[in-house]
């Protein structure tokens, strides 16, 4: 099973940027659909970007598309997720996770996940 690391959290005016990055063990990370989720204190974890094996087919939430940005490096083991024009609502613990399955945002089709990194976004 896949081990992933989450890093790149942090605080942030509202406006700014931050780029996340998780990092997967194992030599199977380019056969892995990945997504990135985010789960706000006394909310369900949502669905934020998720990005097929290769990268050529990505998905993302109404509610970051535009500012987010999906993007990976299988030489690197690594999925990134470039985030601009971050908002206060954007504020959650940001986590990683790997699917079997075609890019997807049910909760369910992903099985590995990281420990997240938070993200805190001031106003």
């Known amino acids: 099973q896949v081990q992933l690391v989450e890093s790149g959290g942090g605080l942030v005016q509202a406006g700014g940027s931050l780029r996340l990055s998780c990092t997967a063990s194992?030599?199977?990370?380019?056969?892995?659909?990945m997504g990135w989720f985010r789960q706000a204190p006394g909310k369900e974890r949502e669905f934020v970007a998720a990005?097929?094996?290769?990268?050529?087919?990505?998905y993302y939430a109404d509610s970051v598309k535009g500012r987010f940005t999906i993007s990976r490096d299988n030489a690197k083991n690594t999925v990134y997720l470039q985030m601009n024009s971050l908002k206060p609502e954007d504020t959650a613990v940001y986590y990683c996770?790997?699917?079997?399955?075609?890019?997807?945002?049910?909760?369910?089709?992903?099985?590995?996940w990281g420990q997240g990194t938070q993200v805190t976004v001031s106003s």
């Open positions: 996770a790997t699917s079997v399955y075609a890019v997807s945002s049910a909760v369910p089709s992903f099985s590995s």
């Open positions: 194992g030599r199977t990370f380019s056969s892995y659909t």
């Open positions: 990005i097929n094996w290769i990268g050529g087919s990505t």
